[in-house]
């Protein structure tokens, strides 16, 4: 009987130790956005800056890029003129560019206009911005493919901030797969 006990107590030590040796995966906005890869774009509502009602659906089949951003927001307008240009190179290739954020249709039409942002604007509430649960503070981006799936999120979108610039790189790599894999 005692050598049972000793087996067990030996086993069962290894068993967590083994465990305790396991990298620890703390959450962080990074491994939210990995996270968020090979899942569904959550269904969503919102209005236009033309007060039109948008819908998820209004997605469907396409590919898109999501930027979520705020008026108050400085990195949210830093990185607009680097949208801008995703814009200029991508629009002809069948890709949509949405901007979602919570402020209201008005004024988000207000700003679009005086800054220039090509994007279509959609502005949900935040209730609706919670429940979608894509965004991981502002600004994030979330590239979809064809078939309704997040293929890569990240934060800012920069082509020159050492910071940024990798992974913004890595992003437009995966939209230029997407528009090849579509025959666009």
């Known amino acids: 009987m005692k050598t049972y006990i000793v087996t067990f107590l030996l086993l ?15 959450a962080t906005q990074e491994t939210f956005f990995e ?11 919102g209005l236009t800056v033309n007060k039109i009602s948008f819908k998820r659906e209004a997605l469907k089949n396409e590919i ?18 680097e949208l801008n240009k ?17 402020n209201l249709p008005s004024s988000a039409k ?7 942002y090509k994007y279509e604007v959609v502005s949900l509430t935040k209730e609706e911005l919670r429940k ?9 981006n979330i590239l979809v493919g064809r078939d309704g ?4 999120a990240t934060a800012n979108i920069s082509f020159s901030d050492p910071d940024f610039k ?18 666009h």
Not at 12 to 26: E, H, I, L, M
Not at 149 to 152: A, E, M, S, T
């Open 64 to 81: 898109v890029l999501i930027n979520f951003w705020f008026e108050k927001c400085p990195p949210c307008i830093a990185e607009m003129p």
């Open 35 to 45: 996270d968020l890869v090979g899942k569904d774009l959550p269904d969503f509502k």
């Open 110 to 116: 207000r700003f679009q206009n005086r800054n220039g």
């Open 166 to 183: 990798a992974k913004s790189i890595l992003l437009e790599e995966k939209l230029k797969a997407e528009i090849e894999k579509s025959g």
């Open 132 to 140: 979608l649960n894509i965004n991981h503070g502002f600004p994030s």
């Open 86 to 102: 995703l814009v200029d190179k991508y629009a002809k290739q069948k890709v949509k560019f949405i901007a979602i954020t919570y």
């Open 149 to 152: 799936k997040i293929l890569y």
């Open 12 to 26: 069962a030590t290894s068993f967590f130790a083994k465990a305790q040796d396991a990298p620890v995966r703390w």
